[in-house]
């Protein structure tokens, strides 16, 4: 439609019906057969607003969709066809690893391609914007989050939330769906990792560590961005001015949708910030926020506030000329479908090619931790025996708790993967045990004793389970243990203070430790867990996330070395819980336990456990072994913010295995008027080495990379010395440096 008659449609529209466009309500509203009695009652609202309300939350399907949006178009004095909104965060139907493994595969440009394959399911499917990426900085993983987050670091988050925008909206308008990333702002950093809880830190720490991700992905033409439910020094984001008017809108010039999250608005008053939903609406609206998410407060709250004269109408129209424009730029005034249909669905989801890609991911993301003795690849034509024993063997539950739309049936297990590789003589298997037996855990999320007790075997069967795991492995040679956290235990609402492996699997694993055989840990989580105590006595570790549809292939290919393990840890993997949060671009502080000359007492430490991670940021293993040598640049001098210097090095591959491995770029600014971290990742490079090749690689070093926000809370460069780090991981302490004149 042309601007001058979307304008027309905007200025022939009643304030009722331009408020039903800031409406956001989900499916059952669409579906229950008298909304009067289910949800509009539950929610407050009237039968009137709900059929002027603009998008839709969660409904998947082109069958459904069509029949919401026919039913939708029929009878209205102006038909402004309702836009579909979801959570497709990783993957639609092929379901790719939680995005903390994307994280760990360092290959933004292959999630660009996965994304563009969501979008295509999406897009066949009715929906026409995901509320993705979420691309909060990381660093604690208590918070069950940590599963959406591609990570800790900065730099990392920035080119993966590029890489997820650009995947998700290229075609554009024709087809692809749009993103809306989140949780804008800061999220990432709620207090003591608990869901829901306050952020606060200085203005300085939040420009330079927590907005680049979101600042990268509004660069990179993300069209909406939802405010998250926290509070950010004090004010909740969803009635922040500063951060969404001020900093969003202004200063990166946002002109895209805001929406809140779910019922964020009518949370300001519960966070005690709005007195009631009224001031509520008042407060959100003067901060843009532009789509209420589920809760009554705009579909009853604006139109007073406009008629007492307590709101200008015109800050409606703004938004409602957002909500337009987005609808009119991906062409539902033309084609209130948009291409989608069942036939198209058919052919576009879970098709071969898409499985294929998942695989690659998924394989990609596995972080190999340990491989003592290279006790990995198995080789299937050994004649050796392996167990397959743990609650995940047979399990199709892979795919984590955000991909609510993903179809467990349809995921490869672990079971059937080892199944393509080892004959049935030579593969034994046992479930062992339940992934979870803590009851309280399953109260905790509201469900009820009948529930629980089809989830949780009753202690027969429990200890039968345990018996037939102990004798499958005594006949075995090896010991595949697939174990890990259960899928309620992270993703939003799964916060937790413990976060080893569940009791129960513990004490299997500590049975089949007596045994003395070779045991190789799967594990399946939404975050890194702690596994110091275990860790001394397995032979290996492969952490595998929740690794989505084609999770069983692609550890079985990791196992068996069909392919080499290239995925690196992007968030630290914690030595105790009283770490948290841990990350490897700490501060130096003046009493560091690296270079402090206090005596042992008086340092920047703990008295009963390291400071460092069990595995840091950037580490993985992999088949091969690669050194890393004759660190050189090319000038001990920077000329000026316009000058370059080129790092160089040498890697070997020293072994017979192909590989590929994620060489880090790593710089330090020893000095400035705002102390800066030991090491911060400024770039990364995959380089594939054949067996026994040798390469040099080379990074440029430009004044970008040394900017930092300065005491006036602005970018800055000072001159000084840096030091260049460059290796494996952020643990390299290959470093040579340079001064920046
Ligand atoms: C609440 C979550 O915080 C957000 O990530 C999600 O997109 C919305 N619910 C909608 O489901």
Known sequence: MEERKLRELLNSLSLDEKIGQLIQLSGEFFSAKDVSLGPQKKLGITKEMVDLCGSVMNVVGAKETHRIQDANLKNKKHPIPLIFMSDIIYGLKTVYPIPLGLGATWDPDLIQKAYRNTAEEAY????????????????????GRVLESTGEDPYLNSRFAESMVKGFQEDLPKYGIASCIKHFAAY??????????????????????????????VDAG?????????????????????????????????DGIIISDYAAISELV???????????????????????????CYANELKPLVTEGELDEKKIDDAVWRVLKLKNELGLFEDPYRGSSEELEKKSVLTPEKRQLARKVSTEAMVLLKNKNNVLPLNPEDNKKIALIGPYENEHELLGLWAVHGDRKETVTIEDGFKTYLNSDKLLTAKGTDILRDKSMFKGIGLSEEQIEKIVSSDSVEKENNDKAIEVAKEADIIVFAGGEHTIESGEAGSRGNLTLPDNQLHLLNKLFELNKPIILVNISGRPMILTDIEPKLEAIIQAWFPGTEGGNAISDIIFGKANPSGRLSMSFPYAVGQLPVYYSQFSTGRSVRTSTHSSRFMSKYLDIPNDPLYPFGYGLSYSKVCYDNLKLSSKEMNGESDKIVATIDLQNKSNVDTTEIVQLYLQDKFASVVQPIKELKSFKRVSLKANEQKNVSFDITSDMLRFYGTDNKLTVEPGEFNVFVGPNSDTDQYDSFELK
């Open 124 to 143: 066949a499917s009715g929906n026409q914007v995901t509320f993705a990426p979420m691309i909060d900085l990381a660093r604690d993983a208590r918070w």
């Open 188 to 217: 990432g950093a709620v207090e003591s990792g608990r869901e829901y809880n306050a952020t606060d830190m200085s203005e300085n720490r939040l420009r330079q560590y927590y907005l680049p991700s979101y600042k990268a992905a």
């Open 222 to 254: 993300a069209k909406m961005v939802m405010s998250s439910f926290n509070t950010l020094n004090g004010v909740p984001v969803t009635g922040n001015k500063w951060i969404l008017k001020d900093i969003l809108r202004k200063e990166w010039n946002f």
């Open 270 to 296: 519960a966070h005690g910030f709005a007195q009631d939903n009224k001031q509520a609406s008042k407060l959100a609206m003067n901060a843009t926020v532009d789509i209420d998410m589920k809760s009554p």
